[in-house]
């Protein structure tokens, strides 16, 4: 009777131990989903921020055309990459929104009057906050996904996972730059 008793205690557990780790992993998948949602936010942001600022700029140069024309169809790359669960289509088109966005203000230095303009002004800040703010949410979301990987790959959560691999085997892309520019900046040198 006493060992009936023993085993079902180390029965339940076992079981209770292994909710736990069931529940972590899925808090862990939610986590990366919301930083992902989290960095979603910020990349339509900036998408309203650059229709704005290319707005107020129309009557300053032709650049505008071409610039607006490359984030819609970056933009619509993106959404369709989204669509259609290509994460590596839709980093690469951010990743060249992104680069669009850091060449604003050598634009900017080339119409004194554009530089005038309070409202320019603002919105080119605006472009450099929504920058900071999206690669903040970027960290957030590869360290949630680092979080997780860690995680499911230790040594008892990885027996879970694997008895539950539909709901708890999860691959989420890092978001990254691409390595052409990682081997740019890596090559730069300062010129004097």
Not at 59 to 75: A, I
Not at 137 to 162: H, P
């Amino acid at each position: 009777m006493n060992t009936l008793i023993i085993l079902l205690i180390i029965i339940a557990v076992i079981v209770v131990w292994f909710i736990s780790i069931y529940n972590t992993l899925i808090q862990l998948i939610e986590a990366v989903r919301n930083n992902q949602k989290q960095v979603d936010i910020q990349l339509d942001r900036r998408f309203k921020v650059f229709e704005s600022l290319i707005n107020v700029v129309k009557n300053y140069m032709d650049y505008e055309k071409s610039t607006l024309s490359q984030v819609v169809s970056l933009r619509n790359q993106s959404i369709q990459a989204e669509k259609t669960g290509d994460q590596k289509g839709r980093i690469d088109a951010e990743n060249a929104i992104s680069r669009i966005a850091s060449n604003i203000s050598v634009v900017f230095e080339q119409y004194p009057n554009l530089k005038a303009n309070e409202n320019a002004m603002q919105l080119q800040e605006e472009i450099v906050n929504t920058e900071n703010k999206l690669a903040f949410s970027k960290q957030a979301l590869n360290d949630s996904i680092e979080r997780y990987n860690a995680t499911k790959k230790s040594f008892i959560q990885s027996m879970v996972v694997s008895l539950s691999p539909s709901k708890l085997d999860v691959n989420f892309e890092y978001w990254q730059l691409p390595q052409e520019t990682i081997q740019d900046r890596e090559n730069y040198t300062v010129k004097l």
